[in-house]
């Protein structure tokens, strides 16, 4: 069973004053998301990935399209029981405690006594908020407030988590943490769909990504089919190298950077055999460092699409009249 299906989902907006046309901010979204899986939806700002995650948790409803989660729909109070969701700026009531707030949330779900108390504790815990729980949220800052949205999203100990921007706001201690308890989730068969346009937490975290522009999918799959993982070059670091040596390689050597006094930066063809020129270099007095591939990122691959989707002719996210 999917954990998650959508198919030509669409979400057209009405905009103007005086005479209002729909605004497609989701334009006929099609998407399979296999449970256990962690499927990172990147897009820049506008794109419609806040819009996607409002439809599939029914906080707003599609012009047209259909939605199913864990084989239902969404509205479904078995889907619900189910679902956990954060959404990209969590607001609290100020003057609740961390705990009292869980307390509450916790109570939604039908948790009572014992098993409500050390839930409550167990996720504050995981969060980072253990020796906060008691301070009132209004002195939270954004980055604990991001975790105790985590902490509420998790609370019903869900099979399906929805995650708007979860790295928002965080330090790269906070980022750490987040991607540990993601990657969790996912070993307790949990499955994971997370919103970002940090393209270095989906790269680290996902086995499928999809990217969204102008509230059009571009493309989906899996990083090895995505990607261009094939070596694109090498980059080399020596120490203690007398630049002059580099002369005899001729074309081999692409370009050569200074780092500080006797230190440089090799970048080699892809087709090089970089073991050969290592040994070649230490033989005239060259201390090896580093040796690097090359490789296309996701980051370089979202914004060859992007940047080809923005310069291609619009359109038109404005639907025209009839």
């Not at 409500?116 to 980072?128: E, F, I, N, Q, S």
């Not at 399906?160 to 965080?170: A, Q």
């Not at 201690?173 to 499955?191: A, H, N, P, W």
Request: hydrophobic share 40%.
């Amino acid at each position: 069973m999917l954990a998650l299906e959508t198919e030509n989902l669409t979400k057209d907006y009405a905009v103007g004053f005086w005479r209002s046309r729909p605004y497609r901010a989701l334009d006929r979204l099609s998407l399979r998301v296999e449970t256990t899986e962690v499927y990172g939806f990147l897009g820049p700002n506008g794109a419609g990935k806040t819009t996607t995650l409002k439809l599939l948790t029914e906080l707003i409803y599609p012009t047209s399209g259909r939605i199913s989660i864990l084989g239902r729909p969404p509205g479904d109070p078995e889907v619900r029981r189910r679902v956990g969701y954060l959404p990209e700026a969590p607001y609290f009531y100020d003057y609740l405690s961390a705990e009292e707030l869980l307390t509450y949330f916790a109570g939604l779900f039908g948790l009572r006594g014992q098993i409500r108390r050390t839930r409550v504790a167990t996720l504050l815990d995981k969060v980072g908020i253990a020796g906060e729980r008691r301070l009132p949220l209004r002195k939270f800052s954004k980055g604990m407030l991001q975790r105790v949205g985590l902490a509420q999203a998790l609370l019903n100990e869900p099979e399906v988590v929805f995650l708007d921007e979860p790295m928002s706001g965080l330090d790269p201690l906070g980022r750490r943490d987040v991607r540990s308890l993601i990657l969790d989730l996912r070993d307790r068969g949990c499955t994971v769909f997370f919103s970002s346009h940090i393209l270095s937490d989906a790269e680290a975290l996902c086995s499928r990504v999809g990217i969204i522009v102008s509230g059009q999918l571009v493309t989906s799959g899996r990083l090895s089919e995505i990607l261009a993982f094939e070596v694109a070059g090498w980059e080399l670091v020596m120490a203690d190298l007398d630049p002059s040596t580099l002369t005899a390689f001729g074309d081999s050597v692409r370009r050569v950077t200074r780092i500080s006094d006797g230190r440089y930066m090799i970048e080699l063809a892809p087709d090089n055999e970089p073991e050969r020129i290592v040994g070649r270099l230490r033989a005239q007095g060259g201390c090896f460092v580093s040796l690097n591939p090359v490789r296309t990122t996701l980051e370089d691959y979202f914004v060859q699409q992007v940047t080809a989707r923005q310069a291609a002719p619009p359109a038109g996210r404005v639907m025209p009249e009839g």
